[in-house]
């Protein structure tokens, strides 16, 4: 069974960095891409960031450019999301997903297995 467990977030002061993480078992995700997306209360699931399986194309939302880092390491079966000069638009429930493609999707149908969400608040 496919499984993609988020962990990292909590209450962060605007300014702040935090780093959610995402494990993911059941299969190696090493020739796929991955992402994170995020959910505000209220509004509809975004996407935030995509790596490919080698980790040399990345994509950003707009919003997220030069404070964001998506990374990934592949021998632990694990993608990282750095998050560095928080904003309380920030907030949301943050989702990892894991694409059959093996390049950066930024569509939601272009992901096959979802985590749970790990939330992140900042406060202004």
């Known amino acids: 069974q496919v499984k993609l467990v988020e962990s990292g977030g909590r209450l962060v002061q605007a300014g702040g960095s935090l780093r959610v993480s995402c494990a993911a078992s059941?299969?190696?995700?090493?020739?796929?891409?991955m992402g994170w997306f995020r959910q505000a209360p209220g509004k509809e699931r975004e996407f935030v960031a995509g790596?490919?399986?080698?980790?040399?194309?990345?994509n950003y939302t707009n919003d997220v450019k030069g404070r964001f880092t998506i990374s990934r390491d592949n021998a632990k079966n694990t993608v990282y999301l750095q998050m560095n000069s928080l904003k309380p638009e920030d907030t949301a429930l943050y989702y990892c997903?894991?694409?059959?493609?093996?390049?950066?999707?930024?569509?939601?149908?272009?992901?096959?297995?979802w985590g749970q969400g790990t939330q992140v608040t900042v406060s202004a």
């Open positions: 059941g299969r190696t995700f090493s020739s796929n891409g």
């Open positions: 997903a894991a694409s059959t493609k093996a390049w950066a999707p930024v569509m939601e149908y272009e992901y096959d297995y």
């Open positions: 790596i490919s399986w080698s980790g040399d194309r990345i």
